[in-house]
């Protein structure tokens, strides 16, 4: 298949563009051209401002593709520009667990309707992250119902190439023994690696699915754990005082996400104790 994937230079994007590569389908990127890539003649590329409209329709009026990958909606305008002006037989987002108002355990996909969910077109910087992501989702379902179409949503994604640096602050802190300040401490948490946050995008491509979809690891882990194995793999003790640096995953409660949609219609998740420890491994060898 042809396929367009705008946002494929870092972290899951990469692991997106592989796992398309190695299908063996047809890959053009669509970036702004700053951060290199090490895809050499694989991709074909596409120099683009996602938030310009007249960038957009300059870049692929006229053009078609199979499927549309996009990393970088995070609004309904966003949305909207971008769907006025590429051709595709489906199109698939990268959503957010934020859309969900209020985490507990389970949450289902059912529980935030955006196909029903007033619209409002807004950009980025009107609403807060979860307001704009469901802004997204509903452009997208309402407005552009006609295009059979994915929101995946995601829990934080983790991995040695994390450029985020939300997991990797508990474990530099605790090995260059650095305070902290973290309010949940016996918050467990979902999260996916980006790997299989990659190559799960890449199979919503491919498979039937369609509207709001949910995408975790199985299981979860609770920051209590993640910083007991650190101190077992460091041989250093964390410094948790009110004084500390604020670390990066505080106020957020409990939760984790249903999925079973993907799983019924075939994807397999990985167990989170798979991952999350030996990327611990790695930031503590990176550290020392």
């Known amino acids: 298949m042809k396929i367009l994937v705008l946002g494929g230079t870092k972290f899951a994007g990469v692991h997106l563009v592989n796992s398309l590569l190695k299908k063996g389908h047809e890959v053009t990127i669509a970036t702004r051209g700053k ?10 590329r596409k120099i683009v401002e996602r938030r310009n409209a007249d960038s957009l329709n300059s870049a692929f009026t006229g053009e078609f593709y199979d499927v549309v990958v996009d990393n970088i909606a995070f609004s309904s305008n966003d949305v909207r520009i971008l769907l006025d002006a590429v051709k595709t037989d489906k199109y ?11 985490f507990h355990m389970d949450m289902r996909e059912d529980e935030v309707d955006t196909k029903n969910t007033l619209l409002k077109w807004c950009e980025y910087e009107d609403y807060g992250y979860d307001e704009v992501k469901r802004q997204a ?42 305070a902290m300040n973290i309010d949940n401490l016996d918050a467990h948490l979902a999260f996916i690696h980006s790997q299989e946050a990659g190559d799960f995008l890449s199979w919503c491509a491919e498979s039937g699915i369609s509207g709001a979809v949910n995408a975790s690891s199985n299981g979860t882990v609770s920051l209590a754990e993640i910083i007991a194995y650190t101190e077992k793999r460091a041989g250093k003790k964390a410094i948790i005082c009110n004084d500390g640096e604020p670390a990066t995953l505080n106020h957020v409660p409990s939760f984790s996400i249903d999925t079973t949609k993907a799983q019924k219609l075939g994807y397999k998740f990985e167990n989170i104790s798979d991952w999350v420890y030996p990327t611990i491994d790695y930031f503590v060898d990176i550290c020392e």
Do not use: C
């Not at 990268?94 to 209020?102: D, F, L």
């Not at 640096?165 to 650095?178: A, D, G, N, S, T």
């Open 35 to 44: 951060t290199p890539d090490n895809f050499g003649n694989t991709v074909k």
């Open 92 to 102: 698939v987002m990268t959503s957010t667990v934020s859309v969900y108002s209020g």
């Open 137 to 178: 989702e509903s452009a997208l379902f309402q407005a552009y119902s006609h295009i059979p179409s994915v929101a995946v949503r995601f829990p934080w994604i983790f991995g040695k190439d994390d450029y985020t640096k939300r997991l990797f602050f508990y474990v530099e802190h605790i090995v260059k023994e650095q």
